[in-house]
């Protein structure tokens, strides 16, 4: 059971440039979100899913896209790189539906540095 | 806008003291109080959590103290050891059906000397 995963762990990106980030569940969880973490300014979410299929915005939605394929899969995608975009990464899952458990579970987290 | 407010920055305590951390609300909808533990390099892992229905619950050295009246939370760390050392983030969310939306303070670093 490798819980919530991410790849990749580091990247470096010139400004412009497109990436995407992949997050993958073993957990069978309702939910999905994508964060990032900034100094001093703690988790702030990016957009989160409810099922698969779909998607909504957070807090900080604004140069960033989304999308949930499959239950397990929550990508995020940067269309054109900035470099207000360099932060630490992290896609948490919750909500098991058979044991009616909400605990957030956080992935490892990719550190991106846009140049 | 800060909805949760998270104090110290930074906490130097001795091995064996209280490690004593504090959050402040000001959404009276939240009604679901976690903390979370980070080290170096590692996601943010579930430590405790609270609902407002109590004012204090205690997992093993780790105690939150809720006050619903003052809209603050606090966890404790009774008996401190050096491998407490980390990062430590409170939060809070409105409960709706699993989705929970946690809204993070700033985070806390924790550094526990011999």
């Known amino acids: 059971n490798a819980g919530v995963t991410q790849t990749p762990k580091f990247r470096v990106l010139k400004t412009g440039q497109s990436m995407t980030l992949l997050c993958a569940q073993d957990?069978?969880?309702?939910?999905m979100y994508w964060y990032r973490q900034d100094p001093g300014m703690g988790l702030r979410l990016i957009h989160y899913?409810?099922?698969?299929?779909?998607?909504a915005k957070g807090e900080v939605p604004d140069g960033y896209n989304v999308s949930r394929l499959k239950k397990q899969n929550f990508l995020l995608g940067l269309e054109s790189a900035a470099p207000s975009q360099t932060s630490v990464y992290f896609c948490a899952s919750s909500y098991d539906r058979d044991l009616n458990a909400y605990e957030q579970y956080f992935g490892p987290g990719t550190r991106l540095t846009v140049t | 806008q800060q909805q949760v407010k998270q104090s110290p920055q930074s906490l130097i305590v001795q091995k064996g003291g209280i490690s004593i951390i504090n959050c402040a609300y000001e959404?009276?909808?939240?009604?679901?109080f976690p903390w979370y533990q980070q080290f170096p390099g590692k996601g943010p892992a579930l430590l405790i959590a609270?609902?407002?229905?109590?004012s204090e619950k205690k997992e093993g050295r780790f105690t939150i103290s809720f006050n619903k009246s003052a809209k603050q939370f606090s966890l404790h760390i009774m008996d401190s050891q050096p491998g407490d050392s980390a990062t430590y983030f409170c939060a809070a969310s409105v409960s709706n059906f699993g989705n929970e939306k946690l809204t993070f303070g700033t985070g806390t670093r924790l550094t526990i000397i011999p």
């Open positions: 899913s409810v099922g698969e299929g779909t998607t």
């Open positions: 957990m069978n969880h309702e939910y």
């Open positions: 609270i609902r407002p229905d109590v």
């Open positions: 959404n009276t909808a939240f009604d679901y």
